[in-house]
């Protein structure tokens, strides 16, 4: 028997660090996008402790504010691909809100730091929320263009295809034929 599970990640995220922070033993805060506020100095070996201990749970301690900037874009970025509602808003302006920045500054930056784009991190994370849609197979194409604030089926094909190599169509007979396999 298969399970499809949804996650959300960002509470998922919240519930482990707090879980792990409160075992940790120094007092704490935690602010959006994954800042974390300690009360009092912790010293270096703890961090290490910290860091060694976030690691299994693929999380990492950034210390280097650009790094941390970057690493917010993207949190933005989940919220608005992953989140519930998807805002019908511009990438740009959604993120200039949101942080605070100019979006020629964001942009900039994430390309310094990630050497690639921000519209090409947004379209890859598109793709791969349309293909766990896909794999729950309760959406058709038309549902996960709207829901993904695609334009058209067509606009979707085509991003899914210059991502992967294959149409969401030729995705999903993939996907049909490994499960009939697998019966």
């Keep these: 028997m298969k399970a499809f599970l949804k996650f ?6 919240k519930k482990i660090l707090e879980d792990k922070l409160s075992n940790f033993g120094y007092q704490f805060a935690i602010h959006g996008f994954g800042e974390i506020e300690f009360y009092e ?25 650009k790094s941390a900037q970057v690493q917010k874009i993207k949190d933005v970025i989940h919220e608005m691909v992953y989140g519930e509602e998807v805002p019908n808003v511009k990438v740009s302006v959604y993120l200039a809100e949101k942080l605070d920045h100019s979006y020629g500054y964001l942009s900039n930056l994430f ?20 293909k766990q849609l ?22 979707l094909s085509t991003q899914f295809k210059n991502t992967t190599g294959i149409t969401p169509s030729a995705f999903q007979r993939i996907i049909t034929k490994r499960r009939e396999k697998n019966l």
Excluded: C, M, W
């Excluded at 959300?8 to 995220?13: A, F, G, K, S």
């Excluded at 070996?45 to 201990?53: A, C, G, S, T, V």
């Design 8 to 13: 959300d990640y960002n509470q998922l995220t």
């Design 41 to 65: 100095n912790v010293p270096e070996e703890k961090i290490e402790e910290l860091r060694n201990e976030f690691a299994s749970y693929g999380i990492t301690i950034i210390e280097n504010q």
């Design 111 to 130: 390309s310094d730091i990630t050497y690639t784009s921000i519209e090409n991190y947004v379209i890859i994370q598109k793709i791969e929320f349309a």
């Design 134 to 155: 896909i794999l729950n197979n309760k959406l058709s194409l038309t549902e996960i263009a709207f829901r993904l604030n695609y334009s058209s089926v067509a606009h």
